[in-house]
């Protein structure tokens, strides 16, 4: 009993000395935290890295490692590796065309078509544009449009809420003012949830971000390294090139022409 009385007046004495919580300052005005993410907007146009991608859907999970080349407003380009850290599968899509080789059977196989939202999903398994995946990864959330603008403090967060009619958007700062969640809701229900963390001390990028659909029971986590940023494309990155052993397969309602114009 004598131990117990101990443990006791030793728990409420460190709780004690523990002190207040530090108070958030008065939530700052609406129009403050658009600047901030219009500098978000402007500051990343690129990013060229490697990356650990974990994909989860449905209770079923796959880690890959990737090289993920993005560059506003649409382009990217990715290569993924097999376990063995061979190439299995490169993608990318630059004016309005995919291109996919797939390097897991022999020969391989390679594909052109429209990068329409339904097409590049048949490969990245998100129900996402090129455009709007680019903008998520290089930190630059899109805004959806707006009648109504607030903030407000929640625990330790700035909430700013953009509202037009059933759709919202929430967007969580710190309190330095640095961008750590995007939520956006249809009839008060998250359809798109990201999430960014692990920033970069010198350059404030973040090197962990996490994609989340609830009603495709989708998470999509990728972790940077090696990352280097705002660096101008080489020539052709965006293109490939199909070995000499493969034909070009053509995806139904593509013409080629079409899509460079």
Sequence with gaps: ??????????????????????????????????????????????????????????????????FMLLEKPDRLRVDVLSLFSQLALQLTVDQGELQVFLNTTVPGQFYRGPASDEVLARFTRLPLGAAELVSLLLYDPPLSDYQIITVE??????????????????????DQLQLRRCL???????FLIVDYGKFDET????????????????????????????????AGRFQLTPPANVVPLILPGFNPEEARS
């Design 153 to 174: 403090t929640t625990e330790d967060r700035y909430l700013l809420r953009l509202t037009n009619g059933d759709r919202q958007q929430q967007l969580l700062f710190d």
């Design 1 to 66: 009993m004598r131990l117990f009385y101990s443990v006791l007046m030793l728990t409420l004495l460190l709780v004690g000395c523990a002190g207040p919580r530090p108070q958030l300052a008065p939530a700052p005005e609406p129009q403050i935290l658009l600047q901030k993410l219009s500098q978000l907007s402007q500051s990343w146009q690129q990013i060229d890295a490697a990356a650990k991608v974990g994909f989860q859907r449905e209770g079923k999970y796959l880690s890959t490692q990737q």
């Design 203 to 234: 350059d404030k990028f973040p090197r962990r971000i996490q994609i989340e659909m609830p009603a495709q029971k989708t998470k999509l986590t990728v972790k940077f390294s090696e990352v280097i940023l705002n660096q101008p494309t080489k």
């Design 184 to 190: 956006y809701l249809r009839s008060e229900k998250p």
